[in-house]
């Protein structure tokens, strides 16, 4: 069983930046790709960009790519999401996940890789006003 706490969200003006924090416990060696998705009121959950736990290899949605950045302290096991230039669209809960699978680059483009993932943390709100 795995666990994971996020913190960090907020409140924001559009261009202005944010960093989330996901703490994990439990037994966290077992996880092999760690990941962020985000969901915005009446819109489906979406990928926002993966990591492979322990690794450098990383992922991200189109929609983010070359303003959010995920990083992990190994020692503190905690997974960020440094997010900068951020946008009203970006408003939506932010999850932290924790998958059992080995992070494929397949699941970028997938629709179903919410799927992929195991252990789920409660989310943290980010809204920005223009």
């Known amino acids: 069983q795995v666990w994971l706490v996020e913190s960090g969200g907020g409140s924001v003006q559009a261009g202005g930046s944010l960093r989330l924090s996901c703490a994990a416990s439990g037994n966290t060696y077992a996880n092999e790709c760690m990941g962020w998705f985000r969901q915005a009121p009446g819109k489906e959950r979406e990928l926002v960009g993966y990591l492979e736990n322990g690794g450098d290899s990383t992922t991200y949605a189109d929609s983010v790519k070359g303003r959010f950045t995920t990083s992990q302290d190994m020692s503190k096991n905690t997974l960020y999401l440094q997010m900068n230039d951020l946008k009203p669209e970006d408003t939506a809960m932010y999850y932290c996940?924790?998958?059992?699978?080995?992070?494929?680059?397949?699941?970028?483009?997938?629709?179903?890789?919410?799927?992929?993932?195991?252990?789920w943390g409660q989310g943290t709100q980010v809204t920005v006003s223009s």
């Open positions: 996940a924790a998958s059992l699978f080995r992070c494929s680059s397949q699941w970028a483009v997938d629709a179903g890789v919410s799927g992929k993932f195991h252990y």
